[in-house]
């Protein structure tokens, strides 16, 4: 996995002050925020016909947030194959919400139903692309990174002709994630800051286990 350097900040994004992004671990009170904001909306919106008035358009914020929260509703219903399908529609470039800050939780969201179906490889190519793409958003990409990690430690593929093995390449990915991100620190929220420090512990233990299994 290669995780490119550059300078970065970290996105000012729910996803970054939710207070976790692994199922069981995202707050119930965020999701049962959001769905009360829609059914506000909707509240609204049926209020506003009652009285002759023009029907008012969701709008692309109201949109993601609805299309997040029922990635959640079949995640947590443990019916992977529908989060699969609506993860998808939600990062498609040309129906979806491609350019939404929220992508990197949606890409979480994909590679872990994904995992759950029992599609290793997939899963570990889509955590991959979460931290490639978005590596800014801090919360859900230090989730996907640990997860990538694991996942390829527990395949533990060995090296073939120039291509190191699994539990190398998750050494690799790890550290790169780390020193690249590290100075993001400072300006981190509690969310982020927190997965970040989840994350650091694995990479220096995969990294002292692999150190020890080498001649």
């Given at each position: 996995m ?6 970065e ?11 976790g ?19 506000l ?28 929260a ?14 699969e399908?609506?993860a998808k529609a939600f ?32 899963a ?13 958003a ?30 190398q ?47």
């Amino acid at each position: 996995m290669n995780v490119h350097g550059g300078k970065e900040k970290t996105e000012d994004t729910e996803e970054g002050s939710n207070g976790g992004l692994k199922m069981g671990e995202r707050p119930a009170k965020m999701l049962n925020a959001m769905r009360c904001k829609l059914m506000l909306g909707v509240l609204l919106t049926s209020v506003i016909c009652c009285s002759g008035q023009e029907e008012p358009k969701m709008t692309e914020a109201m949109k993601e947030e609805a299309a997040l929260a029922a990635i959640e509703a079949r995640l947590n219903a443990k019916d992977y194959a529908a989060a699969e399908a609506q993860a998808k529609a939600f990062l498609d470039r040309e129906t979806g919400f491609a350019k939404s800050r929220k992508t990197a939780l949606a890409s979480y969201y994909l590679g872990f139903a994904l995992e759950h179906q029992g599609k290793t490889d997939d899963a570990i190519a889509q955590y991959s692309r979460t931290v490639i793409t978005r590596r800014g958003a801090i919360h859900a990409t230090a989730t996907a990174m640990k997860r990538f990690m694991q996942l390829m430690w527990e395949r533990n593929k060995p090296a073939r002709e120039n291509i190191p093995s699994d539990r190398q390449t998750a050494c690799n990915a790890g550290k790169n994630y780390i020193d690249h991100t590290a100075p993001l620190l400072d300006r981190m929220n509690d969310a982020d800051r927190a997965a970040w420090n989840e994350l650091k512990p694995l990479v220096e233990q995969y990294a002292a286990d692999l150190a020890a299994k080498t001649p």
